[in-house]
């Protein structure tokens, strides 16, 4: 069975930072590319970074651009979240997701699986 659990996400002050890390279990994807998504009460879920298979390669949300910086480790099966200069806007649900292919995508309908979420929440 192949999950991705996230964790790392918790209460910060704004200016703050905070380290994501998604861990996946049930098969390797060290060929694959990683993404990060939030999304906040009734809003739509949105990318925010992705990382190919080599970690060569990224992109990033306009929005988050400059304050985040996502990163993998392959032989943890692990991708990672960087975030500075948190803003009350970062708050939401943060997820994790493993796309079906190699090449650098961020639509959400490439990412096959996807982990639980993890809360985000930035006091002002």
């Known amino acids: 069975q192949v999950q991705l659990v996230e964790s790392g996400g918790g209460l910060v002050q704004a200016g703050g930072s905070l380290r994501l890390a998604c861990a996946a279990s049930?098969?390797?994807?060290?060929?694959?590319?990683l993404g990060w998504f939030r999304q906040a009460p009734g809003k739509e879920r949105e990318f925010l970074a992705a990382i190919t298979w080599s970690g060569a390669s990224t992109r990033y949300a306009d929005s988050v651009k400059g304050r985040f910086t996502i990163s993998r480790d392959n032989a943890k099966n692990t991708v990672y979240l960087q975030m500075n200069s948190l803003k009350p806007e970062d708050a939401a649900v943060y997820y994790c997701?493993?796309?079906?292919?190699?090449?650098?995508?961020?639509?959400?309908?490439?990412?096959?699986?996807w982990g639980q979420g993890t809360q985000v929440t930035v006091s002002s």
């Open positions: 049930g098969r390797t994807f060290s060929r694959n590319t």
């Open positions: 997701a493993a796309a079906q292919t190699s090449i650098l995508v961020v639509a959400r309908a490439n990412y096959a699986y």
